[in-house]
């Protein structure tokens, strides 16, 4: 992906998701037994947690990691929202090629400390 963007000159920004285990398993506990968000479409369960976990390949490059745990959705956002920013400016493309406004109804400084 990384030698795909720099061929096209396009940024490239790359992020790991992570959670503690005890967390993934209550909240698929959660989903599998009817406390589902309406927006969540997955049907996945432990058994398919386990398969990833173990077919993971590691990030290599550089990237943002982000650990969901107990981190509000606004603060990783946020982070998500300057990393981007980041990769844009030390990309080599024309920086309109991917508007960063989708980020910004996410993250509101005046938000942080929820």
């Not at 490059?61 to 844009?88: M, Q, R, S």
Request: aromatic share 8%; with cysteine; proline share 5%.
């Amino acid at each position: 992906m990384m030698k795909l963007g720099k061929r096209a000159g396009a940024p490239v920004a790359v992020c790991s998701v992570q959670a503690a285990q005890e967390a993934i398993r209550e909240r698929l506990f959660k989903r599998n037994s009817g406390q589902r968000r309406q927006s969540d479409l997955s049907d996945a369960d432990w058994s398919v947690y386990k398969w990833m976990v173990e077919a993971q390949e590691p990030v290599v490059g550089e990237h943002l990691i982000l650990d969901t745990t107990a981190t509000p959705p606004n603060v990783l956002a946020e982070k998500l929202f300057y990393y981007w920013l980041k990769c844009e400016e030390t990309g080599e493309s024309d920086p309109d090629i991917q508007s960063t406004s989708w980020a910004r109804q996410f993250s509101r400084p005046d938000d942080a400390g929820s």
